[in-house]
């Protein structure tokens, strides 16, 4: 029960970039996407359809139409997830439209006009303004990551080698669900820091493309962001809440040319859209609420979006429209994606004190090494003190108590005066006639090593500090590393713009709701005076549901069309595979030698986490070969350890080695050509047999290194051979 009380559905939004300027000039037809921003209704014209054919409405959570601002969508759609991440809660935006309708526009928008930031940008200023403006109790840690999912690959974008390296792998944990191994993760510590951060695997990203556009539309690229805060709760102790934020461009949406391709390009053709396809599957599955199996394994991106889609986050996808009347058919299935994901159920929950949060651990190194850091400052003055000749009497438990920075000053003080001391010292040692060369070396040298000693301890405590200091700095405090320029009147516009963008939603909402509410209560209310009313009623109502049938026939029409095109797509993707198929299979029966075949069958096996077929070890353990190599203690009757060679050749199954090489059966066939029939013995062996014909009594024709053990231990010739192979063995 508890579970439907906190779930929610994923925010579905809507938006439609304007008519560029190429499309402007391709004819006056205008757009073909209208909206209504009152109602958050989009309404979609078929170019090709006559005028009586009704036009398609779809409703979503809210629509932005061509003039719509930056700051509107974020205000308005965006605000209130973010602050639900501040809060605790995983958060996911993913923009979602073909390519060249507003995606990257949507969710980066222009960098350098404060007008034209998309929501990355908005969410960083939001991010740390909040930080910022929050109480002086709280401890914030922010990190970043970067990532694209290129050809079922995920490369890390903040790695510099990542274009040598393999893709990263994705792993499963009960405490912080799927995540990406090996990801680099950076400490930002303001806006300028996680804008660096962005900017590097923006470049990471246009090195990695010859064609950035092209690129683009086919890589899937995911900004995420962690933000843990602790607070001290009621109980005294300090509470840790994670938050963990998805920003997620995808790639474009349209349909991939993937006919007529062959090997690598077919196979980056059918890789191009899995994820987007898989992702459609899971949105299908759970939309429609009855499957009992949703298909997140199917691609990379559903796996990193499995909470994001029916499980622990909240969740805004943006869907983005061209406006162009040649798109109708893109268009139309963007705004189909869009509104089956509206029926995604989420169960959003607060993360609270993970046992992986960095924070802690953070806070925990932040103390030890204050501690040391004490303790070596203040061992320092109580030296000084012993050194000016003050009576040392407080108890070790004042340790803690003395005053930081006092006692950074005293401490330096102290060795710039034992510095001096020894320094005179060297003066009066180096003036002293009475003492011998000898002594004063040795009075020098000693002296030298005193001062070495304290300057190694100096250099250790600034070390110390340095990292103390390092470390402190990365953990932000509220309302004190970043000072907040805004004046009262500003924060107070800010504060207004919010409740504007909460009244609008509310208000949208309610219209949805009247609209829903009227269609169902009108009949209720009707009450009719005469029967001529009650015809004309009753006729306007028919109109209605008779429009409203013709929509759904066109909808099933279309739908099936959809279906009957996607099954050819796929059917001829099958039949370019199942062609690439037998052309394998063709090489590996002619080519391979069935021993060999067998011997590699055997040794595969299907990796499912990383969805690729790999060799079980040669050698099966590191442990036990390790046991294995280790030679027995030496007695009489003991085996003699087994050589790694040996080994490998014992799991091959045979001693690959020479027959790889041929020596063994390389004797010369002193026979005349014979082409009698098989012996008896010989025609129930091997088919790959029958095409060496042997001699009963003489020696076999050489043999080709495919052959089996079989065969040659039925050739008596090669008896002794083989006898002397098998000691080999
Ligand atoms: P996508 O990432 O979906 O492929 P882009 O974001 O690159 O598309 O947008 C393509 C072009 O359209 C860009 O030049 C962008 O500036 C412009 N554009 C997209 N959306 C809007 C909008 N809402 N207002 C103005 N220009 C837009
Ligand atoms: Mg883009």
Request: proline share 4%; hydrophobic share 30%.
């Amino acid at each position: 029960m508890s579970k439907n009380k906190s779930s929610e559905s994923v925010k579905v939004v809507v938006r439609c970039r304007p008519l560029s300027r190429k499309e402007e000039s391709n004819g006056p037809a205008g757009g073909i996407v209208q909206m209504d921003l009152r109602l958050g209704q989009v309404i979609l014209k078929n170019p090709r359809a006559p005028p009586s054919e009704p036009q398609k409405t779809f409703t979503f959570d809210a629509v932005y139409d061509s003039s719509s601002k930056q700051r509107d969508l974020y205000d308005e759609s965006v605000r209130p997830l973010i602050d639900s991440v501040l809060a605790g809660f995983n958060g996911t935006i993913f923009a979602y439209g073909q390519t060249g309708t507003g995606k990257t526009y949507t969710m980066q928008g222009l960098w350098l006009d404060p007008e034209k930031q998309g929501v990355i940008p908005n969410a960083f200023d939001h991010i740390f303004t909040h930080i910022s403006r929050s109480q002086s109790d709280k401890q914030y840690l922010v990190r970043a990551s970067y990532l694209e999912i290129y050809l079922e690959e995920i490369r890390d974008l903040l790695d510099p080698n990542h274009g040598n390296t393999r893709g990263l792998e994705l792993r499963e944990s009960p405490e912080t669900g799927v995540y990406v191994q090996d990801l680099t993760s950076c400490v930002c510590k303001s806006i300028k820091e996680i804008e660096e951060v962005m900017n590097v695997g923006n470049q990471a990203r246009a090195v990695g493309a010859t064609d950035m556009n092209e690129h683009s539309s086919r890589s899937h690229a995911l900004f995420l962001i962690t933000v843990e805060c602790s607070q001290p709760g009621p109980d005294g102790r300090k509470h840790i809440r994670v938050g963990r934020l998805n920003l997620v461009d995808l790639a474009g949406s349209e349909r991939q040319a993937k006919t007529g391709v062959q090997g690598d390009r077919l196979k980056e053709a059918a890789k191009i859209n899995l994820s987007l396809s898989a992702l459609g599957n899971v949105i299908s599955a759970l939309a429609d609420g009855r499957s009992s199996h949703v298909p997140y394994r199917d691609s990379k991106l559903t796996r990193l979006l499995q909470d994001s889609l029916g499980g622990n986050a909240k969740t805004v996808m943006v869907a983005t429209l061209g406006p162009a009347p040649q798109h109708y058919d893109e268009t139309l299935t963007t705004l189909r994606y869009a509104n089956r994901a509206k029926n995604i159920q989420n169960q959003p929950r607060v993360n609270e004190d993970p046992k992986d949060a960095l924070l802690r651990e953070f806070q925990k190194e932040i103390a030890r090494l204050r501690a040391q850091l004490n303790h070596r400052r203040f061992r320092s003055k109580q030296k000084k003190e012993q050194v000016d000749g003050e009576a040392w009497e407080r108890d070790g438990d004042e340790e803690e108590e003395v005053e930081e920075e006092e006692v950074e000053k005293e401490a330096e003080e102290f060795v710039k005066l034992e510095e001096q001391r020894l320094e005179k010292e060297n003066e009066a040692i180096r003036e002293d006639q009475f003492l011998l060369a000898e002594e004063k070396q040795k009075l020098l040298g000693e002296n030298e090593k005193m001062m070495g000693d304290l300057r190694k301890r100096q250099e250790a405590t600034e070390q110390l500090t340095a990292r103390y200091k390092a470390m402190e700095s990365k953990l932000l405090v509220g309302g004190k590393n970043i000072i907040d320029h805004t004046n009262e009147q500003q924060k107070m516009l800010e504060m207004k713009r919010q409740e504007i963008a909460e009244q609008t939603r509310r208000e949208r909402e309610m219209q949805q709701q009247m609209l829903i509410q009227d269609e169902e209560a009108v009949e209720l209310r009707e009450t009719f005076t005469s029967l001529q009313q009650e015809v004309e009623a009753k006729t306007k109502k028919l109109k209605k549901l008779y429009a409203k049938l013709q929509c759904t026939k066109a909808e099933i029409k279309d739908v099936n069309d959809e279906h009957v095109r996607s099954r050819q797509e796929l059917e001829q993707t099958q039949n370019e595979l199942t062609r690439e198929l037998k052309f394998k299979y063709l090489i590996i029966e002619n080519f391979i030698p069935p021993e060999e075949k067998n011997k590699i069958m055997n040794r595969l096996m299907f990796d499912p986490e990383e969805d690729e077929w790999k060799f079980k070890p040669l050698v099966p353990d590191e442990s036990k070969s390790s046991q294995m190599k280790k030679r027995p203690v030496s007695a009489v009757g003991y085996k003699r350890p087994i050589s790694q060679y040996a080994r490998v050749a014992l799991s091959m199954g045979t001693h690959s080695r020479y027959r790889a090489e041929n020596v063994m059966l390389l004797e010369l066939d002193m026979t005349p050509p014979n082409t009698s029939a098989l012996t008896d013995g010989e025609q129930n062996q091997s088919p790959t047999l029958n095409n060496f014909p042997t001699n009963d009594k003489g020696i076999c024709k050489s043999r080709s290194w495919c052959q089996s053990q079989k065969s040659i231990t039925s050739s008596s010739s090669n008896n002794s051979l083989f006898a002397a192979l098998k000691t080999f063995n």
